[in-house]
């Protein structure tokens, strides 16, 4: 075979075996494709007549971007910039504008930069356009949906932008089947949506509308199509899985330009790695079809905060919380957060489905009676409050409006009533991080005998920084069927021996390099990361792989084809290269990133 025939093969054919497990993974010297991307002022940038010709392309929907920011960096002391950082806490005003993102960067790592043009993309054909015209002109091509990407991977300077907030129809099915698996499955509930659509949007017309439980991520305002692409855990996770492997079936714009239709009957390969294999490296994923549940009774929630008098009351505390989850949370009703503070606090935010407000009293009243037991170790800073609540008015916003402090509306004029957040979801609007680390947390540290080592873990960490476990983030303990569907998705299967994922994370206010007064403190951030640094080394120690979820983990992640991909990764290269040979989709650790330089303009390696 001659080095072209065996060049055009590795584009089919996985060029290290499945088991391959070394990383950093080598990368052979011979480039393939474009070699560079093109910036303005390059001669080979489109003419303002290309331009023009792709905005009647795609229905006069093409925007010269301008972020609101620039003006800011002109003019900081004015009126409109200070109205920006006010507005800038509000995450549908950052969604809704063209040239923002929900994190504005992080520090030494990423800045939010607008694009230079975006197709505010109605229809598939819309995306076909703006795919075609960015491979044909070797532009730098992003794509954002919701913007939530922690790793700013939905935003790049002078690129092209995909947007799709305006895809967002969604179509509720009592019976639906893929295209082409017509005998092969049975048909199921379930619920067509638009890539651009968020969670918030599908829950009002699953959940609220339509009585049924779809698998979505805990936060209202992150995009469907960004956070499957993830993989994907929202609060009930611990009982229905990861929203990646409720896909049925997606419509996906590849390279070349095609319309593809993937599901387990066509396209299988591209259908697995769009299942957790990352955002913005396989192709525009225009449409999603996910399966529906039934709904249970009630869903509800129990808070608690608990400051322990000593640190040899708090290293008690936490055996006891650690030993009463493995007791009596270790199973499908419950998920979400337990977190452990500097300052010896205990922060307890758990959720659960599938039990009433006795149900919930009676799981929890040992672990209230242990603690009354020791008023002179525990103070109890609030709570506990256990609330449960009828499942389909959950995510009503007329609903949740009766409960103080629980969602903040959207406070633009004129904004759809139903635009609401989870107010613990307020800080991280226009954040600037400073800090994010993750990894999963095996389930053998329930056994009673090795409690204690994650415990002196847990508590060594919070003499640095808070750490927190989020329950509803690993499989373990799960029902056989969800984790099934997940060992059919792309994500590292480290996820299934998990009980928890555990982040550690910290941010600043929104602010912008540039704009006086509103600067990134770096100095804070960069203690901030050495902190969490600290914290995830005393956790780390106890692990036997760097496993950690690709949406809610490092920018820095050295080894990220394992921690995120695990032994999945060399096939997922494999389907990238079939479907995308030329990198025409790159994002920061990304699957085949790492054949491009950091900006991903300039191949640094070929395939
Ligand atoms: C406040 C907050 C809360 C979060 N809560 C959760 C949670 O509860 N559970 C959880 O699992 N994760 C959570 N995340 C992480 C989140 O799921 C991921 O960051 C997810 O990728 C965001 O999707 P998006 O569309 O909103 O973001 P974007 O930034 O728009 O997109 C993320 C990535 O997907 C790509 N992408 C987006 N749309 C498409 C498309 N149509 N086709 C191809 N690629 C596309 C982008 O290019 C980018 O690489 C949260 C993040 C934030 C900021």
């Given at each position: 075979?001659?080095?072209?025939?065996?060049?055009?093969?590795?584009?089919?054919?996985?060029?290290?075996?499945?088991?391959?497990?070394?990383?950093?993974?080598?990368?052979?010297?011979?480039?393939?494709?474009?070699?560079?991307?093109?910036?303005?002022?390059?001669?080979?940038?489109?003419?303002?007549?290309?331009?023009?010709?792709?905005?009647?392309?795609?229905?006069?929907?093409?925007?010269?971007?301008?972020?609101?920011?620039?003006?800011?960096?002109?003019?900081?002391?004015?009126?409109?910039?200070?109205?920006?950082?006010?507005?800038?806490?509000?995450?549908?005003?950052?969604?809704?504008?063209?040239?923002?993102?929900?994190?504005?960067?992080?520090?030494?790592?990423?800045?939010?930069?607008?694009?230079?043009?975006?197709?505010?993309?109605?229809?598939?054909?819309?995306?076909?356009?703006?795919?075609?015209?960015?491979?044909?002109?070797?532009?730098?091509?992003?794509?954002?949906?919701?913007?939530?990407?922690?790793?700013?991977?939905?935003?790049?300077?002078?690129?092209?932008?995909?947007?799709?907030?305006?895809?967002?129809?969604?179509?509720?099915?009592?019976?639906?089947?893929?295209?082409?698996?017509?005998?092969?499955?049975?048909?199921?509930?379930?619920?067509?949506?638009?890539?651009?659509?968020?969670?918030?949007?599908?829950?009002?017309?699953?959940?609220?509308?339509?009585?049924?439980?779809?698998?979505?991520?805990?936060?209202?305002?992150?995009?469907?199509?960004?956070?499957?692409?993830?993989?994907?855990?929202?609060?009930?996770?611990k009982?229905?899985?990861?929203?990646?492997?409720?896909?049925?079936?997606?419509?996906?714009?590849?390279?070349?330009?095609?319309?593809?239709?993937?599901?387990?009957?066509?396209?299988?390969?591209?259908?697995?790695?769009?299942?957790?294999?990352?955002?913005?490296?396989?192709?525009?994923?225009?449409?999603?079809?996910?399966?529906?549940?039934?709904?249970?009774?009630?869903?509800?929630a129990v808070f608690t905060t608990v400051e322990a008098a000593s640190d040899d009351a708090y290293r008690r505390l936490i055996g006891r919380i650690i030993a009463f989850y493995g007791e009596a949370l270790f199973n499908?009703?419950w998920g979400e957060q337990i977190a452990f503070r500097p300052g010896n606090v205990l922060d307890i935010a758990m959720v659960?489905?599938?039990?009433?407000?006795?149900?919930?009293?009676?799981t929890w009243r040992p672990f209230f009676d242990w603690l009354a037991a020791s008023p002179q170790d525990f103070s109890i800073e609030s709570g506990p409050t256990v609330?449960?609540?009828?499942?389909?008015?959950?995510?009503?916003?007329?609903?949740?409006?009766?409960?103080?402090?629980?969602?903040?509306?959207?406070?633009?004029?004129?904004?759809?009533?139903?635009?609401?957040?989870?107010?613990?979801?307020?800080?991280?609007?226009?954040?600037?991080?400073?800090g994010y680390q993750s990894a999963w947390l095996p389930a053998a540290f329930l056994q009673q005998a090795r409690q204690h080592s994650l415990v002196d873990a847990l508590f060594a960490a919070t003499r640095h920084w808070s750490v927190s476990l989020h329950t509803n983030k690993g499989?373990a303990g799960?029902?056989?069927?969800?984790?099934?569907?997940?060992?059919?998705?792309?994500?590292?299967?480290?996820?299934?021996d998990a009980f928890a994922l555990i982040i550690s994370a910290a941010?600043?206010?929104?602010?912008?390099?540039?704009?006086?007064?509103?600067?990134?403190?770096?100095?804070?951030?960069?203690n901030h990361a050495e902190a969490i640094d600290k914290a995830m080394h005393e956790v780390r120690t106890l692990l036997p792989s760097s496993g950690a979820?690709?949406?809610?983990?490092?920018?820095?992640?050295?080894?990220?084809?394992?921690?995120?991909?695990?032994?999945?990764?060399?096939?997922?290269?494999?389907?990238?290269?079939?479907?995308?040979?030329?990198?025409?989709?790159?994002?920061?650790?990304?699957?085949?990133?790492?054949?491009?330089?950091?900006?991903?303009?300039?191949?640094?390696?070929?395939?």
């Amino acid at each position: 075979m001659n080095r072209r025939r065996l060049l055009q093969a590795g584009a089919v054919i996985p060029l290290v075996p499945d088991s391959w497990r070394g990383w950093p993974r080598p990368v052979p010297a011979a480039a393939v494709g474009p070699s560079s991307r093109v910036r303005p002022g390059d001669s080979e940038w489109p003419a303002a007549a290309d331009w023009e010709r792709l905005n009647q392309d795609v229905g006069g929907r093409l925007i010269k971007v301008e972020s609101p920011l620039a003006a800011c960096i002109e003019a900081p002391e004015s009126a409109t910039c200070t109205q920006l950082f006010g507005a800038m806490k509000n995450p549908y005003y950052l969604g809704d504008d063209v040239g923002l993102t929900q994190t504005l960067g992080w520090v030494d790592a990423w800045t939010s930069r607008a694009s230079v043009y975006a197709v505010a993309a109605r229809t598939t054909e819309d995306v076909i356009a703006a795919v075609n015209f960015a491979r044909e002109h070797h532009l730098r091509l992003v794509v954002k949906g919701g913007g939530h990407s922690y790793q700013g991977t939905s935003n790049a300077a002078d690129s092209l932008l995909i947007w799709t907030r305006r895809m967002n129809a969604i179509t509720v099915h009592d019976a639906f089947v893929g295209t082409g698996c017509e005998g092969q499955f049975e048909p199921q509930p379930a619920v067509t949506v638009e890539a651009g659509a968020i969670w918030g949007q599908v829950y009002d017309a699953v959940t609220t509308k339509a009585g049924r439980y779809v698998q979505g991520g805990g936060c209202l305002t992150v995009g469907v199509a960004g956070l499957i692409l993830s993989g994907g855990f929202g609060s009930f996770s611990k009982a229905y899985g990861m929203a990646a492997a409720s896909l049925l079936e997606a419509e996906i714009v590849t390279a070349d330009g095609a319309v593809r239709i993937a599901n387990a009957c066509t396209h299988p390969d591209l259908f697995w790695a769009i299942k957790g294999g990352g955002g913005g490296s396989f192709g525009v994923v225009t449409k999603l079809t996910v399966r529906t549940h039934d709904l249970p009774d009630f869903f509800g929630a129990v808070f608690t905060t608990v400051e322990a008098a000593s640190d040899d009351a708090y290293r008690r505390l936490i055996g006891r919380i650690i030993a009463f989850y493995g007791e009596a949370l270790f199973n499908p009703h419950w998920g979400e957060q337990i977190a452990f503070r500097p300052g010896n606090v205990l922060d307890i935010a758990m959720v659960f489905q599938g039990l009433d407000q006795q149900q919930a009293e009676t799981t929890w009243r040992p672990f209230f009676d242990w603690l009354a037991a020791s008023p002179q170790d525990f103070s109890i800073e609030s709570g506990p409050t256990v609330l449960a609540a009828p499942a389909q008015p959950f995510w009503d916003p007329q609903f949740l409006a009766q409960v103080p402090g629980l969602v903040v509306a959207d406070d633009r004029p004129g904004a759809p009533e139903t635009n609401v957040f989870w107010a613990s979801n307020l800080e991280e609007a226009g954040q600037v991080l400073h800090g994010y680390q993750s990894a999963w947390l095996p389930a053998a540290f329930l056994q009673q005998a090795r409690q204690h080592s994650l415990v002196d873990a847990l508590f060594a960490a919070t003499r640095h920084w808070s750490v927190s476990l989020h329950t509803n983030k690993g499989l373990a303990g799960a029902p056989a069927d969800a984790i099934d569907a997940a060992r059919q998705t792309a994500i590292n299967p480290a996820v299934l021996d998990a009980f928890a994922l555990i982040i550690s994370a910290a941010e600043g206010p929104p602010a912008y390099p540039g704009v006086p007064g509103h600067e990134p403190d770096r100095t804070t951030a960069r203690n901030h990361a050495e902190a969490i640094d600290k914290a995830m080394h005393e956790v780390r120690t106890l692990l036997p792989s760097s496993g950690a979820y690709l949406a809610e983990s490092d920018f820095f992640e050295a080894a990220w084809q394992e921690a995120f991909w695990g032994p999945n990764y060399a096939k997922l290269l494999a389907v990238k290269d079939t479907y995308d040979p030329d990198d025409l989709f790159i994002v920061h650790h990304g699957a085949g990133s790492e054949r491009w330089s950091a900006d991903g303009f300039t191949r640094v390696g070929g395939r």
